[in-house]
């Protein structure tokens, strides 16, 4: 008897932040790369990076039997060198860098501008602000606390960049609100997918 | 709240009011902590006393909460912002009335990291176990923290780092206190939320402390073993 065909032969498996979601599949869809498949770990682990590398583990041994190659589509995204180590470990490869606002931006544009005192957000971060910045950050539970948690946390930067991956004029008129809110001058940088589309469409 | 169910500070008596204490730092209260703190002192408490009584006991309570996932940290920032308006009015009080000094360190954020969240904790809570801490702020070279050792005769170094860019850069300061043969003066914590034990190893550091309780710890122990090492060869 023959054997039935693998149907996940010859596949990549893409295992990405959540965060990513949107990107990744716009990526996929503009430069036809249909031998990528998608699978997302929860975006809240971007304000929870302890949690990204357990994940990553599980979710290889998960799926490594089903896929020709598993790529990665995280940076060390404050693992602080761990994804790197576990990836390497587990003999598969991931994005470079240290976290999206880089990739998206261009590693080697990033680290020239040398930034220190930006915030920064994508579209993804723009669409869920509340729920990724206001909230954990708990100024929606303590709006009479606000000066003085806006201080302890913001009290260094010196502006707002909002890193466009599209052209929606919604979101630029979100983050600009957005600025307004944390007190921060607002930028808005056209990135496109940087990093992550060069990274994509090179993967066989 | 009727007028009657409002709690009077001055009324309490101290067992009370540093219970109170307690509570208005787990609450953030940073007006009826200071309030409280002038009580105290006008009842004739020795500074240190309240300072390690009532607000770092009240401190101890909200670090177990968030070790434990009770207490987030907006609610660990609002309570050290209340402490610290404690320590603002206890601070030149302590050194007029001969608190015990257990040390001196030199903290500050690395080079290219503007992030002092933890460092401003650590620093806080170091005060309040009685060490003298010279804040050297955020985005430090190396030459910062070298200059500020020396002049200020500390014990201890602490850096912190938020990022993953930054935090090889404890190591530059490191190798630098071991190129000019004076890597062994120091006590050097390290802290940071990309970091972990292993790193701190790998960099030469004497001890990675993953929060502000355990700093404080950390350098107790490190400190009275300095002192042991001292007296030992004195």
Known sequence: ?204 | MSDEDEIILSELNDEDLVAQMFDDLYDGMKEEIEESVNILLSRDWAPYRILTEALVGGMTIVGHDFRDGILFVPEVLLAANAMKGGMFILKPLLAETGAPQVGKMVIGTVKGDIHDIGKNLVGMMMEGAGFEVIDLGINNAVESYLEALEAESADILGMSALLTTTMPYMKVVIDTLIEKGIRDDYIVLVGGAPLNEEFGKAIGADAYCRDAAVAVETAKTFVARKHNQSGATA
């Open chain 1, 1 to 204: 008897m023959i054997p039935a065909a693998d149907p996940k032969a010859g596949r990549i498996l893409l295992l990405a932040c959540g965060a990513l979601a949107r990107e990744i599949l716009a990526v996929n869809q503009a430069n036809g790369l249909d031998h990528l498949d998608l699978q997302c770990l929860p975006a809240i682990y971007h304000n929870h990076p302890e949690k990204i590398v357990p994940a990553v583990r599980d979710a290889v041994a998960k799926y490594r039997g089903s896929y020709a190659k598993i790529f990665v589509v995280y940076a060390d995204c404050g693992t602080g060198g761990q994804l790197e180590t576990a990836c390497r470990d587990l003999g598969v490869e991931m994005l470079a860098g240290p976290h999206c606002y880089s990739f998206f931006e261009g590693n080697a544009a990033f680290a020239a501008n040398d930034e220190i005192t930006a915030f920064y957000l994508t579209d993804f971060l723009v669409r869920q602000f509340d729920s990724f910045v206001w909230e954990p950050l708990g100024f929606a539970k303590y709006p009479a606390k606000f000066d003085v948690l806006r201080d302890m946390y913001f009290g260094h930067y010196t502006k707002l960049v909002y890193q466009a991956q599209t052209d929606d004029p919604s979101l630029t008129q979100l983050a600009e609100t957005y600025a307004g809110r944390l007190q921060l001058p607002f930028e808005r940088r056209f990135t496109g997918y940087g990093d992550l589309e060069t990274e994509l469409t090179g993967l066989t």
